[in-house]
């Protein structure tokens, strides 16, 4: 399953109620998440972050965090 920016231009609310969804629909599957925002991705067992087309950092989000990288700046911007 691919999904690109599948909460991108909806609400608080139906974002939750999509992410949701999505994590059923994911359960036992292999997925790709394409998102801007974090709370999309936060629940992920792996992350890629790219930055002018290169991946820059990977792993899950406590990994990320603990790194104090790109991914942890996104997340206090």
Do not use: C, K, P, W
């Not at 399953?1 to 949701?20: C, H, K």
């Amino acid at each position: 399953m691919i999904l690109d920016e599948a909460t991108s231009s909806v609400d608080t609310r139906t974002e939750l109620l999509i992410q949701r969804a999505m994590r059923e629909l994911r359960r036992d599957r292999t997925s790709f998440i394409i998102a801007h925002r974090l709370s999309t991705i936060r629940d992920a067992d792996h992350i890629l972050v790219v930055q002018t087309g290169q991946i820059v950092e990977r792993g899950n989000h406590a990994e990320l965090l603990a790194r104090r990288g790109v991914y942890y700046q996104m997340t206090r911007a």
